[in-house]
Every structure is written in structure tokens, then in C-alpha cells.
């Protein structure tokens, strides 16, 4: 008789006790789940009734609404480019943080070498020459792929 009661008490208990959340896309889907944690630009949680852990990008979320303290945190502010010259607005990503962001299309690029030209100076013109291609396409993210003497080629993201 005692573990029937234990085990009702806990089960009542536990929904009143969980972190329910609310996650805001930046493409305006919203997601009631059990927040976990954020780590390395990525964000854990659970699904509500559920014990399995998944994860997205912090950059696909625009919001966290604790819905116990009706508390709000911004996790990440949108990024709106108008054209070309907002090529500092894009963000390169690493493959893993790319969860929950659309992919769009692969880009490619191609840069000269000039005489003295060092390897380090070579991937930050790389680097720009693919952000302001992704900028002029409207897209916030890229994940770089290839950034040799020849051969300059990224995947880009959006929300």
C-alpha cells in the first residue's frame, strides 16, 4: 500500500516540479518543452512527458520563456542583411551548430594569390569573400568547408 501511494505522489509531483519552458524560432515556431542547459552555442532540452534529450542551435532560438516565474531570456537577436556591405553580420558556424537552421544552397568562391601572401591572410580574405557572397544572398550563416588556394566553398543557413 505504501509504494501504491509513493508511486501516485510522485507521479502528481513531478509535472509540478518540471522546468517547463517555452522556446521562440526565429521563424515563429513555438515549442513547449523541459529546458536542460545551454552549452557551446547549443541548447538542451526535453520535450514535455518525455526523457530523451535533443538539441538546437542558440541561434535558431529567439527566446526561453520560463512559464513558472513568467520570466523571458533572449538567447539570440535576429540577423536582418540588406545586402553585400552586412557581410559582418554573417556568422560562421561549425557543422554541429547548425540544428534547427535551414540549409539553403553551397556557395563558392575563388581568390588570387599575391606575392607574399600568407596562409592566415589567405583564409581571413577566404572567409570574407564567402561572407559577403552569403550576405548578398540573404543568408546569416555559413559553415565552411573548403577554404584552400583554389577551392573556396561554404554551406549556407537560415532560419
Same mark, same amino acid.
Given at each position: 500500500?505504501?509504494?501504491?501511494?509513493?508511486?501516485?505522489?510522485?507521479?502528481?509531483?513531478v509535472?509540478?516540479? +518540471? /522546468?517547463?519552458?517555452?522556446?521562440?524560432?526565429? #521563424?515563429?515556431?513555438? *515549442?513547449?518543452v523541459?529546458? &536542460?542547459?545551454? %552549452? $557551446?552555442?547549443?541548447?538542451?532540452?526535453?520535450?514535455?512527458?518525455?526523457?530523451?534529450?535533443?538539441?538546437i542551435?542558440?541561434?535558431?532560438? +529567439? /527566446?526561453?520563456?520560463?512559464?513558472?516565474?513568467? #520570466?523571458?531570456?533572449? *538567447?539570440?537577436?535576429?540577423? &536582418?542583411?540588406? %545586402? $553585400?556591405?552586412?557581410?559582418?553580420?554573417?556568422?560562421?558556424?561549425?557543422?554541429?551548430?547548425?540544428?534547427?537552421?535551414?540549409?539553403?544552397?553551397?556557395l563558392?568562391?575563388?581568390?588570387?594569390?599575391?606575392?607574399?601572401?600568407?596562409?592566415?591572410?589567405?583564409?581571413?580574405?577566404?572567409?570574407?569573400?564567402?561572407?559577403?557572397?552569403?550576405?548578398?544572398?540573404?543568408?546569416?550563416?555559413?559553415?565552411?568547408?573548403?577554404?584552400?588556394?583554389?577551392?573556396?566553398?561554404?554551406?549556407?543557413?537560415?532560419?
Open positions: 500500500m505504501k509504494n501504491i501511494i509513493a508511486v501516485i505522489a510522485v507521479l502528481f509531483a509535472p509540478l516540479f +518540471a /522546468q517547463t519552458h517555452d522556446i521562440i524560432k526565429h #521563424n515563429g515556431e513555438k *515549442v513547449e523541459n529546458y &536542460i542547459k545551454m %552549452d $557551446n552555442n547549443i541548447v538542451y532540452y526535453a520535450l514535455p512527458n518525455s526523457m530523451e534529450q535533443h538539441k542551435s542558440r541561434y535558431a532560438v +529567439a /527566446q526561453l520563456n520560463e512559464k513558472a516565474n513568467n #520570466n523571458s531570456k533572449t *538567447v539570440s537577436e535576429k540577423i &536582418i542583411l540588406a %545586402d $553585400n556591405f552586412d557581410y559582418k553580420k554573417v556568422i560562421v558556424l561549425k557543422e554541429s551548430e547548425t540544428i534547427g537552421l535551414t540549409k539553403s544552397e553551397n563558392k568562391g575563388h581568390h588570387s594569390i599575391a606575392k607574399g601572401e600568407t596562409r592566415w591572410s589567405l583564409a581571413q580574405i577566404g572567409e570574407k569573400q564567402l561572407k559577403q557572397n552569403a550576405a548578398k544572398k540573404g543568408y546569416q550563416f555559413i559553415v565552411i568547408t573548403s577554404n584552400k588556394k583554389d577551392n573556396l566553398t561554404a554551406i549556407a543557413y537560415v532560419y
